[in-house]
């Protein structure tokens, strides 16, 4: 009987996920974190950081691997790779998982957070930890929430009234309600992976895109859109997320202490994003390459007023109760 079960055991062995990880044989648990931003944005600051301390606090058992600015997946093909285990660990911006859940549409819906301490209040609610585990369904587990800052607009053109982006063709994600946001003002989309979005708007494939303040100067974005209007839309934010079976694979001890790490770093990441996203204004300003526009607040009124329909149009899929939690945490 001991012979077959030892057979058993040899083949559920030889058969097991190519994800699964281990470190009984001595050799140290591979983490592959691919993403496709600079390292000088606040998403690359934190792979770096995320691998630092794992290499000082768990030197020999795991050893990470940090692939930035799409050198490993691009937007299109990272979460396959992470399904097939080619890679363990990926910081998507919240509209890639649209296929998966609907729930998490509810960033990208514009003029809902009227700031960036609005969105970090409601990633400190119970709500937010229910969206990280929304997709363990698809073997999706999310560790934590980065943020990147709020989005403003950019095109060819001077943006100051909805009406003028009428007509014009933005870049954005794969993401419903991204296309109805720009519906609402008469404009087209384009999906593109955001390696490509440069030399999009360089052959005026599309005239705008909307960004943070850090992935417009990390990407140069003023050589080729020469005007920026300062709208705070939208906020971009990022689910750093692993396959479900490889991180339950992983020894206890060690995945509470990659997880506490996550935690520590995770808080660095948004203490500091929006402190880059100021710097990076600034250098933009200093610059003199873009053509800034700021808003009066009748005019920031009637950016908010064209997009608010989309609300609406979203509501069903997110949920009423993820909606009204977000709203909560505006303050009057």
């Not at 470190?23 to 993403?35: L, Y």
């Not at 609406?312 to 009423?320: D, R, S, V």
Request: glycine share 6%.
């Amino acid at each position: 009987m001991f012979k077959y079960l030892s057979l058993a055991l040899t083949a559920l062995l030889l058969t097991a996920s190519p994800s699964m990880a281990t470190a009984e044989d001595g050799a140290p648990i591979v983490i592959k974190f691919s993403h496709v931003s600079a390292e000088s944005t606040p998403k690359g600051q934190g792979a770096l950081l995320f691998k630092k301390l794992v290499e000082e606090r768990l030197a020999g058992k795991v050893k990470v691997e940090v692939y930035a600015n799409s050198a490993l997946f691009g937007d299109g093909e990272e979460l396959a790779a992470l399904a097939d285990g080619r890679v363990q660990m990926l910081a998507p911006s919240l509209s890639k998982f649209d296929k998966y859940t609907k729930r998490l549409q509810v960033f990208d819906l514009p003029f809902l957070f009227t700031d960036q301490a609005a969105v970090d209040r409601f990633l400190k609610r119970e709500k937010s930890r229910e969206l990280l585990r929304s997709m363990n369904s698809s073997n999706i587990y999310g560790l934590g929430f980065w943020t990147n800052g709020m989005k403003q607009l950019s095109a060819n053109k001077a943006l100051r009234t909805p009406a003028d982006a009428k007509g014009l063709a933005f870049r954005i994600q794969a993401s419903s309600v991204l296309e109805a946001q720009f519906a609402a003002l008469g404009a087209t989309t384009v999906k593109l992976p955001f390696a490509e979005t440069y030399k999009a708007l360089e052959s005026g494939t599309v005239q705008g895109t909307e960004n943070p303040w850090s992935n417009f100067v990390s990407q140069k974005f003023e050589k080729v859109q020469p005007y920026v209007t300062i709208t705070n839309h939208g906020v971009l934010s990022y689910m750093v997320v692993t396959n479900s079976k490889f991180w339950t694979s992983i020894p206890f001890q060690i995945r509470t202490e990659l997880e506490s790490i996550l935690d520590e770093v995770t808080l660095s990441v948004n203490q500091t994003a929006e402190a880059n996203n100021q710097r990076d204004y600034e250098a933009l300003v200093a610059g003199g390459k873009a053509k800034i526009i700021t808003l009066t607040p009748a005019e920031q009124a009637a950016w908010r007023e064209a997009m608010l329909p989309v609300w609406k149009q979203f509501e069903g899929e997110i949920g009423a109760d993820v909606l009204h939690a977000a709203r909560a945490v505006n303050r009057k």
